[in-house]
């Protein structure tokens, strides 16, 4: 069976650093684009990154670009969210899933997420 493994996830201050990982088993990062999404408290589930197999690309959100950056270690069949500069409003949890598409609906496997707290 198809499983993402999120961790990573903390407590931490505002204008620190997390990084997240996504350890996939039965899937691989050849064929279906990964991507990191995020849900705030009473908010959608929204995309923060996603790699394109299409063109090779990471897209971020803009509320993320420049402080995250994703990457991918396909022989460890694991994902990384590396989180800088983080702002409380970067709290929730973040989940891996697979395609990322930006429709959440269209996913077709989750992570079980990580709980991701930003205090200021």
């Known amino acids: 069976d198809v499983q993402l493994q999120a961790s990573g996830g903390g407590l931490v201050q505002a204008g620190g650093s997390l990084r997240l990982s996504c350890r996939a088993s039965?899937?691989?990062?050849?064929?279906?684009?990964i991507g990191w999404f995020r849900q705030a408290p009473g908010k959608e589930r929204e995309r923060v990154s996603c790699?394109?197999?299409?063109?090779?690309?990471?897209y971020y959100a803009d509320s993320v670009k420049g402080r995250f950056t994703m990457s991918r270690d396909n022989a460890k069949n694991t994902a990384y969210l590396q989180m800088n500069n983080l702002k409380p409003e970067d709290t929730g949890t973040y989940y891996c899933?697979?395609?990322?598409?930006?429709?959440?609906?269209?996913?077709?496997?989750w992570g079980q997420g990580t709980l991701v707290t930003v205090s200021s």
């Open positions: 899933g697979a395609p990322c598409d930006k429709t959440v609906g269209r996913v077709g496997y």
């Open positions: 039965e899937l691989s990062f050849d064929d279906w684009a």
């Open positions: 790699f394109s197999l299409n063109d090779g690309r990471t």
